[in-house]
Nanobody
Framework: QVQLVESGGGLVQPGGSLRLSCSAS????????IGWFRQAPGKEREGVSC????????YYTDSVKGRFAISRDKAKNTVSLEMNSLKPEDTAVYYC???????????????????WGQGTQVTVSS
């Protein structure tokens, strides 16, 4: 079965860290861009970060630059999002999704991403 599965979400205090993972099954992530999006209650889904699985080129939206780091593990066929210095406004459901490699140029558009995971909840609160 072709699918993406996110993991690693949870509850963390402001200033804390979390590491999200996106695992692909049924296909290889080679030849794709893998993006992370988030959606807070009552808000539009927004693109956070993206990586070209082949080249390693990355993209970050301004609000997470310097705090988040995206990486890929070719052996494990996974993409990770390391989130540091978390803020309450980072609270959202985080999704990973695949797109053509050119999507990494940004800005990230939902319509460019075809296959989506089910999401993982990240809550930043004291």
């Amino acid at each position: 079965q072709v699918q993406l599965v996110e993991s690693g979400g949870g509850l963390v205090q402001p200033g804390g860290s979390l590491r999200l993972s996106c695992s692909a099954s049924g296909f290889k992530l080679d030849g794709h861009a893998i993006g992370w999006f988030r959606q807070a209650p009552g808000k539009e889904r927004e693109g956070v970060s993206c990586i070209s699985f082949d080249s390693g080129r990355t993209y970050y939206t301004d609000s997470v630059k310097g705090r988040f780091a995206i990486s890929r593990d070719k052996a494990k066929n996974t993409v990770s999002l390391e989130m540091n210095s978390l803020k309450p406004e980072d609270t959202a459901v985080y999704y990973c999704a695949t797109a053509h490699p050119t999507a990494v140029r940004g800005p990230l558009r939902k319509s460019d991403f075809a296959l989506w995971g089910q999401g993982t909840q990240v809550t930043v609160s004291s």
